[in-house]
T-cell receptor, first 115, second 115 residues
């Protein structure tokens, strides 16, 4: 079974630009969560999508948004990039997205650098 | 104050040593406790999970949860150089709503096991 895939793996952008990251979950998984990982803050939850609906959202500004398609693939978008958005963006998929019964499987991440 | 506190280390031990990793938390609603391992340039992978209080053993790894003290531990016996990685504790509740798809992580402890 193929794991979670994320594209692209690396991105370099400049301040003010916007970026779109993509995540393909494990086949059959309907929940996709996104996290931001930085050395200072660690892994922080961005949002979760299930059946094309955002069910949960972390404490990030509105510049961070996402969506999920009918095949469960998900994208996240960051508009008006700031230097502080430089991070590893991880997506994780699970069957239902609730509790430990639904283990989250992580992708390798997209390393975003904002110059 | 963060909901989950974890000593970032780094921790350096000789091969064969017993390693103890710990996290404390403040949210009494957490019911599910997980340990993830993250190698460089990879996404986190689940090592162990525990529901509520108690111990769980899997090969060289033992996870302990003490909900009364809001304290969890991971022990690694007979540590190997291949165990060198970042270890992340993670927690969730199962209340629906703001729990959907959300894991709350500790900062991560960088472990190096040298031959």
């Amino acid at each position: 079974k193929a794991g979670v895939t994320q594209t692209p793996r690396y991105l370099i952008k400049t301040r003010g630009q916007q970026v779109t990251l993509s995540c393909s979950p494990i086949s059959g998984h309907r929940s996709v969560s996104w996290y931001q990982q930085t050395p200072g803050q660690g892994l922080q939850f961005l949002f979760e999508y299930f059946s094309e609906t955002q069910r949960n959202k972390g404490n990030f500004p509105g510049r961070f948004s996402g969506r999920q398609f009918s095949n469960s693939r998900s994208e996240m978008n960051v508009s008006t990039l700031e230097l502080g958005d430089s991070a590893l963006y991880l997506c994780a998929s699970s069957l239902e997205g609730l509790g430990f019964y639904n283990e989250q499987f992580f992708g390798p991440g997209t390393r975003l650098t904002v110059l | 104050q963060k909901e989950v506190e974890q000593d970032p280390g780094p921790l350096s031990v000789p091969e064969g040593a017993i390693v103890s990793l710990n996290c404390t938390y403040s949210n009494s609603a957490f019911q599910y406790f997980m340990w993830y391992r993250q190698y460089s340039r990879k996404g986190p992978e689940l090592l162990m999970y525990t529901y509520s209080s108690g111990n769980k053993e899997d090969g060289r790894f033992t996870a302990q949860v003490d909900k009364s003290s809001k304290y969890i531990s991971l022990f690694i016996r007979d540590s190997q150089p291949s165990d060198s990685a970042t270890y992340l504790c993670a927690m969730s509740d199962n209340a629906g709503g703001t729990s959907y798809g959300k894991l709350t992580f500790g900062q991560g402890t960088i472990l190096t096991v040298h031959p």
